[in-house]
Each structure stands twice: as structure tokens, then as C-alpha cells.
Nanobody
Framework: QVQLVESGGGSVQAGGSLRLSCAASRLTYSRYCMGWFRQAPGKEREGVASIDTDGNTSYANSVKGRFTISQDNAKNTLYLQMNSLKPEDTAMYYC??????????????????????WGQGTQVTVSS
């Protein structure tokens, strides 16, 4: 059974930083495009960042230049470094494993809810 477990969320003030981690078990990263999406209460799901099997990355316009996605294949861990956080970044953040698509395609897949595996989420709260 594949498991994705997120950690690293918390409460920060605007301008602060957080690094989210996603530890995967029984999943081979090289076979999946990986990503992060977020969802705030009353708002639609938003694909935030993705990394495909070639190492290409893609970001939503709302986080471009502030967030960085990366992965450590040896540790089977996915990361999301979030800098210059804003109150509008407040949401539950989820790690997902997607079909083997490109990083650009993956953002749309996440927004539509089309992913193979997902974690339980980690809450990020940014105060002004």
C-alpha cells in the first residue's frame, strides 16, 4: 500500500518561510510525476507545484518565484520550500503522485483531482 505522509506545516507571519516534506513508502518516484496542491475552505483545489520524471518543474503563477519543489530520490522524499509567505497562501497542502505526465500538465491534473495517490495534508497558516 502506497503511503504519502506530509509534514512541516505550521503558523507563520507574512514574509516567513516553511518547508514541507512528503515521505513516500512503497512508491518509486521515478515512475510518477509528483506534486503539491492546496485547498482552503470555500475555495477550489489549486495545483501549486510539480516535478516530473525528467526533473522539470512547474509552478502556479500565484507562487512562482516564492516556492521551490524538489525531491530526494534516495530518501524517497518530496519537498516544498515556501518563502515570502502571504496570508493568501493559507490552506491545507497535499502531496500527490500523478500519472507520468509533464510538470506543466500536472498542475491541471491536480486542480482537477486526477492523481493516483495523496497524503493526509498539512496545514499552513499565514497571518498578516
Amino acid at each position: 500500500q502506497v503511503q504519502l505522509v506530509e509534514s512541516g506545516g505550521g503558523s507563520v507571519q507574512a514574509g516567513g518561510s516553511l518547508r514541507l516534506s512528503c515521505a513516500a513508502s512503497r512508491l518509486t518516484y521515478s515512475r510518477y510525476c509528483m506534486g503539491w496542491f492546496r485547498q482552503a475552505p470555500g475555495k477550489e483545489r489549486e495545483g501549486v507545484a510539480s516535478i516530473d520524471t525528467d526533473g522539470n518543474t512547474s509552478y502556479a503563477n500565484s507562487v512562482k518565484g516564492r516556492f521551490t519543489i524538489s525531491q530526494d530520490n534516495a530518501k524517497n522524499t518530496l519537498y516544498l520550500q515556501m518563502n515570502s509567505l502571504k496570508p493568501e497562501d493559507t490552506a491545507m497542502y497535499y502531496c500527490v503522485a500523478l500519472p507520468r505526465v509533464t510538470a506543466i500538465q500536472a498542475l491541471g491534473y491536480m486542480t482537477r483531482g486526477e492523481y493516483n495517490y495523496w497524503g493526509q495534508g498539512t496545514q499552513v497558516t499565514v497571518s498578516s
